[in-house]
């Protein structure tokens, strides 16, 4: 399977406190979204986004806008935000 890439990466947290992942692939975005814990509306729908890249249905920018914003609304984007 072809890797459906994005770009600029989204850097989110890692478990390790000061780390970032740099996440610029829908199969890494799916990835990071399943290790989540807190799975608020925009977790579901760049979850969705996600599903609908890898079947053709969308594009990987479309995922990285929605990872994104995900992100951001788990408080996982890096580095934190106030």
């Known amino acids: 399977m ?4 994005f ?4 850097p989110v947290r890692t478990d390790r406190d000061g780390v970032a992942c ?3 692939s829908v199969e890494d975005a799916a990835e990071q ?3 989540w814990t807190r ?5 579901n729908k760049a979850v969705r986004v996600c599903v609908a890249a890898l079947a053709g249905e969308l594009t990987a920018e479309d995922v990285r806008i929605a ?3 995900a ?7 890096f580095p934190p935000r106030s």
Do not use: I
Request: charged share 30%.
């Open 2 to 5: 072809t890797q459906l890439w």
């Open 7 to 10: 770009s600029p990466p989204v």
């Open 22 to 24: 740099n996440v610029d």
């Open 33 to 35: 979204l399943v290790k």
């Open 39 to 43: 799975r608020g509306p925009k977790w």
């Open 67 to 69: 990872f994104k914003a």
């Open 71 to 77: 992100a951001k609304e788990e408080k996982m984007l």
